[in-house]
């Protein structure tokens, strides 16, 4: 599918979408318990919609209503395949259509039933899985895990919970991703842990007892043997190897966990001890909004230069597609509010307590001097910036997700801006240093990459202007100086038409029309967010913008609401097809 983006940005206020991380951690929990839950806040994101496909598959019962966001889930509790050694029927994973009236839903009594999108339901056998240690093992349906990298390392361990055989597949390069330290802890124990190009063979019983896990790869493989581990008859401990790399998303865990009634404790920085024979508790749970996600509304908010942003689009305020009502951007104050301070974003729905890794997002635009300000209800508001953002070093060790966004950050800021610990970006859904380089050039821009001593990457990103002078904060003069500091050879202090770059020796920043998303989500908010932000007087292209189905399926309706211009060349989704 490919977008233009067109210049123009009003700004607003906006709802911030659900946690993807604390949606998947909050279905896990629901699926384990016994009774009945309400999960309130989860987008219908291709992600979503995997852990829900494997839940389903572990036994567990959901509904999911798309008009309001929310799951009413059926926990599987001690009939969980494997659980308590009480063999289970588990149901073969069934991919519900996604539209607009979609609902995902369990059967009864051995059944499951699927009514998507007006799609005629069909009954689907049980399938029987064994039990306990000493229970015949027999092999379960594949299950589908998508490309969410969360949903197969957090069900890898639940699903090792029996004696059954099971194949994980996924798409994308989601069968390529390292999962070594799974590996490792299963052939320690003598069980089946077999990886190919299409996806994972395991079989267990996973036993209680002592785990060693190497913490520089991913904190998902700690999180997976979190869910699992207190359902065992023992205690275990878990001791992980630093460098320890995103502890905040463990935190993120342990707080679910404990909101389901399960605990584990920290014994020192490196070390968690978690009680057996728990038991999970089912809850009405809310889950809070995205730090990750507004990260790119607020990153825009803050590049955009004061002079540049606009009240057009406001008026379209309200849009709300079906099945994303309680998400939809919101325009308040009306247009006098706009015009008293266009361009600004305040983001509502996240916690003021949050444990999220990313809410380093608003200290970091603090840092660059960007315009910026909290409620005590966790809100945040930024504003367009009056004088030109301030280039930082950045460590994305408990961050990655925020790394493409952040080297966008850096196109708008002078000097260098240098992200560290940026390895794991190279381990997503793309290289996602290699994609940014790449899309980066085509707007003119530079970034390069160290080499750490570790192995590592660093990632460097110089300030930039930009050639049409049509709003890149910053925008200085041409290389020779034609213009004051912070000033430039035009009139509107926009820079020249023909210029290089700004004071400090970047390279200008220019439209393009072949820009590429990479078939990853946050490579394509973040260009988006670069595009608005420069306010090219040309428009720019982008294929491949379908990918942000993967985590955040309305983020373009979003933007629209807040009144940037993007339109659909081709290919618009189903819910948008009424409105391109």
Known sequence: MQIKIKAGFAGGTLAAPPSKSMAHRALLCAALANGQSRVA?????????????????????????????SALVHGAGTQLCGGDGVAASVLPPVTCGDGAGAQLCGGGAGAQLCDGAGAAASVLPPVTCGGGAGAAASVLPPVDCGESGSTLRFVIPLFALSGASVTLTGQGRLPERPQGVYADLFAARGLLFAQSGTGITLRGPLPAGEYAVDGSVSSQFISGLLFALPLLDGDSVIRIAPPFESRSYVDLTLRAMADFGVHAAWENEFTIRIKGNQKYSACHYTVEGDCSQAAFFAVLAACLPEHAATTAGARTAGFSPKGHAAFSARISGGEDALSACPGAVTLTNLRADTLQGDRVIFSVLQRCGARLSRGADGSVSVHPSRERLRAADIDLTDCPDLGPVLMVLGLFCTGET???????????????????????????????????????????????????????????????????????????????????????????????????????????????????????SADCTMSGAEAVSKSYPHFFDDLRALGAAIEWIEGAPAHEESNT
């Open 418 to 536: 240098v992200l560290r610990g940026a390895g794991r970006l190279r381990l997503k859904e793309c290289d996602r240093i290699a994609a940014m380089q790449c899309e980066v050039q085509k707007l003119g821009g530079k970034i390069s990459v160290q080499k750490d001593a570790d192995g590592g990457d660093t990632v460097r990103v110089r300030g930039a202007g930009t050639q049409d002078g049509a709003g890149a904060q910053g925008s200085a003069g041409a290389q020779d100086g034609a213009g004051a500091q912070g000033g430039a050879g035009t009139q509107d202090g926009a820079g020249t038409q023909g210029g290089a770059g700004t004071q400090d020796g970047a390279s200008a920043l220019h439209a393009s029309f072949a820009l590429e998303g990479h078939g990853d989500h946050r490579i394509v908010m973040a260009l988006c967010v670069a595009a608005l932000a420069a306010g090219f």
């Open 41 to 69: 806040g989860i987008c219908a994101s291709d992600d979503m919609l995997a852990t829900m496909r494997a839940m389903r598959a572990l036994g567990a019962r959901i509904v999911y209503d798309a008009d309001t966001g």
